[in-house]
């Protein structure tokens, strides 16, 4: 992943098309503030930076794409009777959907293979040109730029090799004796564990300055709520 920061540049043009901003909250923000340190943007990922969503795509590229949506369909309908039964391993339905995918389809495959459909992963996805160009655009302002997705860290660095990225919080996947264990090692960073992510990381990077947000409805809106200027992304 490349890190790098460039001087300031001017100011950030107003967001492209694809995008609306949402109402800004009223908060204040000094001069000091503003002068120590120039910003953070937090990018969400699977429908914000790329077209669709990069956790079916990489399990189709484990297993095969028939048997991924197989899998998925059959995580959907158990999932939806444990969630009834009150009996789901996820904090909610879509939690639990994924637990159960995950657990089936990806126990036991060796790391090595994991990191090679990671690395055929990279020619599959669609980025949504608009952000990307935004994620640009704050690095020229000389800002600091975090993804933060519920993907698995185990290939969101190949997705993000080539970008200016300072930072990922992303899902983490178990891994024992350099096999996939189909459990999570962190909290699914979606929703309000992203928030509370996005929260730990400004605490624990601070000063951060201005912050913006960019992600899609509805389960980015805890995380656009935690910065000073969130947008809502639309493909």
């Not at 928030?195 to 809106?221: F, K, M, Q």
Request: with cysteine.
């Amino acid at each position: 992943m490349q890190i790098s920061v460039d001087p300031p540049a001017a100011p950030l043009a107003a967001p492209p098309a694809g995008h609306v901003d949402i109402a800004q909250p009223d908060i204040a923000h000094s001069e000091i503030a503003r002068t120590i340190a120039p910003g953070v943007a937090f990018f969400d990922f699977d429908g914000t930076l790329i077209h669709g969503d990069s956790l079916l795509m990489f399990i189709g590229e484990v297993i095969g794409h028939r048997r991924a949506k197989l899998a998925f369909l059959d995580a959907l309908r158990s999932g939806l009777h444990r969630h009834a039964r009150g009996r789901g391993p996820g904090v909610d339905l879509f939690g639990t959907i994924k637990t159960i995918l995950l657990r089936r389809t990806l126990r036991g495959v060796p790391v090595a293979d994991a990191l090679d459909a990671a690395e055929r992963l990279v020619h599959r996805v669609r980025w949504h040109a608009p952000l990307v160009e935004t994620l640009k655009m704050h690095r020229r302002e000389g800002r600091r730029v975090v993804v933060a997705t519920g993907a698995l860290d185990l290939y969101m660095p190949a997705l993000l090799r080539g970008l200016e990225v300072d930072a990922l919080l992303a899902t983490g996947l178990e891994v024992t004796d350099g096999r996939l264990t189909g459990h999570l090692s962190t909290g699914n960073c979606v929703r309000l564990d992203k928030a509370d992510r996005v929260r730990a990381w400004i605490a624990a990077n601070g000063p951060v300055g201005e912050t913006w947000g960019y992600g899609n409805r509805p389960s980015d809106l805890p995380m656009l709520a935690v910065v000073n200027r969130p947008t809502i992304v639309k493909i």
